[in-house]
Nanobody, 123 residues
Framework: QVQLVESGGGLVQAGGSLRLSCEAS????????MGWFRQAPGKEREFVVAIAWGGGSTYYLDSVKGRFTISKDNAKNTVYLQMNSLKPEDSAVYYC????????????????WGQGTQVTVSS
């Protein structure tokens, strides 16, 4: 069993930066691929980025490439999402997710979810 707790969301102006953290509990954390999804009001939950359990592979949504960076610290059981050059369209609730690397981009196949943290980017 893995429990995920996000933090670091908030309100920022366009062009600004935020860093989200996702702390996991459970001894098997290091064996999961980790990802971030987001959901804006009235829209479906959208895959944003993922990192393999060893940290050697990452996968980004095209619209965040070059702006967002995911990293993982297995010693701290924590995944980070550094978000730079934020745009108003990045506004959403961001969810941390854990699952298999092969299906980490598919929300229906995620094993564990965090509770979400709100990110709001003002224009």
């Amino acid at each position: 069993q893995v429990q995920l707790v996000e933090s670091g969301g908030g309100l920022v102006q366009a062009g600004g930066s935020l860093r989200l953290s996702c702390e996991a509990s459970g001894s098997t954390f290091s064996r999961y691929a980790m990802g971030w999804f987001r959901q804006a009001p009235g829209k479906e939950r959208e895959f944003v980025v993922a990192i393999a359990w060893g940290g050697g592979s990452t996968y980004y949504l095209d619209s965040v490439k070059g702006r967002f960076t995911i990293s993982k610290d297995n010693a701290k059981n924590t995944v980070y999402l550094q978000m730079n050059s934020l745009k108003p369209e990045d506004s959403a609730v961001y969810y941390c997710a854990a699952g298999s690397w092969l299906t980490i981009a598919t929300s229906e196949l995620i094993d564990y979810w965090g509770q979400g943290t709100q990110v709001t980017v003002s224009s």
